[in-house]
């Protein structure tokens, strides 16, 4: 069945360095891709979405491209600040369906010193 | 704008009893569902609705339940509630669509003990 596999946390870095979280994914055809982040104590919110192969969603300074060829959607951001620190979260809604049923990955904490 | 709406935000059972979270959301989206949401595991789906009087099974259904009679409304019960129950559930809705942007709730933290 549809799968999301991210990388493993938690990801520790300073303010203003360079973030990348792996995310790939195993579905038929051309799922939507998306990035949700959860805020302590929060629910989650969408951060970014891609519905094709090729299209880069970006938000808030985060971008992801959806490379079918690798089936990946990586999420990035040039300069992270500290109150990105949150838990992220990639996930897919299966091609062709008339709902978006979301299949998460474990998701990724984010902690971000000054 | 309420949005996505749950209750209560904290929850302790003990096993064997039965209880309801509520979940209500003013968007008139179609779509709804619960997750939990379990370290390491990330987010599974338990039930979700497609429309007022329409359910169906997610990923993990056993041991709930669920009913849609409004657009608005979508709780989950729990009929005799377990240890392996204790988890953050998620109530979510949005519009249909595979590609639409789902809302969710602040979340119910649930101990059963």
Same mark, same amino acid.
């Given at each position: 069945?549809? +799968? #999301?596999? &991210?990388?493993?946390? !938690?990801? @520790? *870095? +300073?303010?203003?360095a360079f973030l990348t979280i792996n995310c790939t994914y195993t579905a038929t055809g051309y799922p939507s891709l998306f990035w949700y982040v959860q805020y302590p104590g929060e629910g989650l919110q969408l951060l970014l979405k891609a519905t094709k192969a090729d299209d880069k969603g970006s938000n808030k300074g985060f971008e992801a491209t959806y490379r079918k060829e690798t089936t990946s959607f990586h999420l990035e951001k040039g300069s992270v600040q500290v109150s990105d620190s949150a838990v992220y979260f990639c996930a897919l809604s299966p091609a062709g369906g008339a709902t978006n049923k979301l299949i998460f990955g474990t998701g990724t904490l984010l902690a971000v010193q000054p | 704008?309420?949005? #996505?709406?749950? @209750? !209560? =935000? /904290? &929850?302790? *059972? =003990?096993?064997g009893q039965s209880m309801t979270l509520q979940c209500a959301q003013d968007m008139n989206h179609e779509y709804m569902s619960w997750y939990r949401q379990d370290p390491g595991m990330g987010l599974r789906l338990i039930h979700y609705s497609v429309g007022a009087g329409i359910t169906d099974q997610g990923e993990v259904p056993n041991g709930y339940n669920v009913s849609r009679s409004t657009t608005e409304d979508f709780p989950l019960r729990l009929l005799s509630a377990a240890p392996s129950q $204790? +988890?953050?559930y998620f109530c979510a809705s949005s519009? =249909?669509?595979?590609? @639409?942007?789902? /809302?969710?709730?602040?979340? $119910?933290? *649930?101990t059963v003990v």
């Open positions: 069945g549809d +799968s #999301v596999t &991210q990388m493993e946390g !938690p990801v @520790t *870095l +300073s303010e203003e | 704008n309420a949005g #996505v709406t749950q @209750t !209560p =935000k /904290f &929850q302790v *059972l =003990k096993t $204790t +988890s953050v519009y =249909k669509g595979a590609s @639409t942007e789902a /809302f969710f709730g602040q979340g $119910t933290r *649930l």
